[in-house]
């Protein structure tokens, strides 16, 4: 056995990993994707299949490889229904036959397969990336190029390298590799999609990218023109690399509903879909505690829109004060259809909220803000309903939140378990405003006092 196929061996053995499960190719529809300048392309009326078989039987019987069964047979170790990759009786003989022969469009088709299949733990990965990095210079442009600044035809190091540069220079790293050279390359290709993986996990930790060049960065690198993922698996990198870096500061309101619109688009809201966002705990924690905050801003700002009141100056400062404390663990809002209307377009299409069932007594524009607060629950209504406490939001009876539609009543006088404290929303001013008093029903029931000159 050659010193080159025991070089081959060790490396297969060493880092071959577990096989990845067997992905039919689609070999013909991929063709134009993947064609360069100089040969190592596919050819769209060959039967990739049928050349696999041909090449590993001739392979199993010890027979030497033409320069185009070479060429070829680079085409079919991870794609074709009989991948030459999966065994060593077949990978360690084709890769050392391919790199005796040295033909330059037998070594760029392996270059091309190579970064077309790519996926981290693919079985003979490393023995075919070491078989490149001993022939790049017969590859010629742009591999060589390419191996020299970023050794792409490393496993581990290439696709991070990359990634660091698509980062430094915010172009996606699918973009970045196109302008080296590989014009080729699909944006949906394995290694573009390990470098793209790279780049989003470096934004997760990068904190002074601006929030709007942020947010556009992570769509161009992740998202197609529909707003959808190139890679369903890229999910937890994206709501890490847009909410991490605010872990600790909020941006603006505007941002917020920005980042939200799309994130919820994407996954769902976190408090109604929760498996949805069970690989990204922290960005789960952080999208909720944006939530509720635009919940509170949904209430205030889309009641005030279909029905002013004066009042809302005095609700407003009040809510706020108590968030501000952060007393509010979360908030759900139900609307009838005009704060519907108002808020998808104030808060984008995507939102979420309740609806009140039709035929309840009910005025236009009302709504109910439900606020947990530590063990409790609070309905704050809009107009001169009122606002109502129960102690126990876990008792069977209690208003629940999340839910999609709401029987009016059901907020008002739910008939297991009535509000331990209900109070009218005046007078406004003086040592009997509401305001004390439902800082008082709240400090009753958690333990928290809101100071006065936060909420007056």
């Known amino acids: 056995m050659s010193s080159f196929r025991e070089a081959l061996r ?3 053995v060493r880092h071959g990993g577990r096989p990845a499960p067997h992905r039919r190719a689609q070999i013909v529809m991929i063709a134009e994707d993947l064609q360069l300048p100089e040969g190592g392309q596919k050819i769209n009326d060959r039967d990739y299949d049928a050349i696999a078989a041909r090449v590993a039987s001739r392979l199993a019987d010890g027979g030497r490889l033409t320069a ?4 070829d047979g680079a085409w079919c170790l991870w794609e074709t229904q009989t991948r030459l990759a999966a065994s060593e009786m077949t990978l360690l003989p084709f890769l050392e036959q391919l790199f005796q022969l040295r033909r330059k469009a037998a070594v760029r088709s392996l270059a091309l397969s190579y970064l077309y299949s790519f996926r981290p733990n693919l079985p003979g990965l490393d023995a075919v990336a070491g078989t490149l990095a001993n022939l790049v210079e017969l590859a010629g442009r742009p591999f ?7 050794a792409i035809f490393d496993p581990s190091k290439g696709p991070r390298r990359v990634a ?6 915010q172009t996606p790293p699918s973009g970045l590799l196109q ?3 590989l014009n080729a390359l699909s944006v949906r290709a394995g290694f573009a999609e390990a470098c793209a993986g790279q780049a989003l996990r470096l934004l997760a930790d990068e904190a002074q990218l601006a929030a709007l060049e942020r947010l556009s960065f992570v769509k161009a690198i992740a998202l197609d023109e529909k707003d959808e993922l190139f890679f369903p698996s890229h999910g937890p990198q994206v709501a890490n690399a847009l909410l991490l870096p605010f872990a600790a500061n909020q941006p603006s309101e505007e941002i917020c509903d920005r980042y939200l619109d799309l994130l919820i688009g994407l ?3 976190p408090r109604t879909n929760e498996g949805r966002w069970v690989n990204m705990p922290e960005a789960a924690e952080i999208a909720r505690r944006w939530l509720t905050r635009q919940a509170l801003r949904q209430f205030l700002d889309v009641v005030d829109a279909v029905a002013p009141d004066a009042m809302w100056s005095y609700r407003r400062t009040f809510w706020e004060a108590v968030y501000d404390r952060k007393l509010i663990q979360t908030a759900w809002v139900v609307f009838d259809s005009a704060g519907v209307a108002e808020a998808r377009r104030r808060f984008g299409s995507k939102v979420q909220f309740g609806r009140f069932e039709k035929g309840g007594s009910i005025q236009s524009g009302h709504s109910v803000l439900l606020l947990r607060i530590g063990r409790a629950v609070v309905a704050e209504w809009s107009h001169s309903g009122m606002c109502r406490l129960w102690k126990d ?3 069977e009876g209690a208003p629940v939140l999340y839910r999609r539609s709401y ?3 059901e907020l008002r006088w739910p008939t297991q378990y009535q509000a331990e404290f209900e109070q009218r929303h005046y007078p406004h001013s003086g040592p009997g405003a509401w305001q004390h008093k439902v800082a008082n029903a709240i400090f009753d029931a958690v333990g928290a006092r809101i100071p006065q000159e936060e909420y007056l």
């Open 144 to 150: 060589d190029a390419l191996q020299r600044d970023y």
């Open 164 to 169: 660091e540069e698509a980062k430094n220079s």
């Open 68 to 71: 185009n069964e070479a060429r």
């Open 10 to 12: 060790e490396v297969s």
């Open 267 to 269: 996954f769902g809201d």
């Open 179 to 181: 302008s080296l050279g």
């Open 393 to 395: 939001a876990d008792r």
């Open 407 to 409: 029987a009016a009543d």
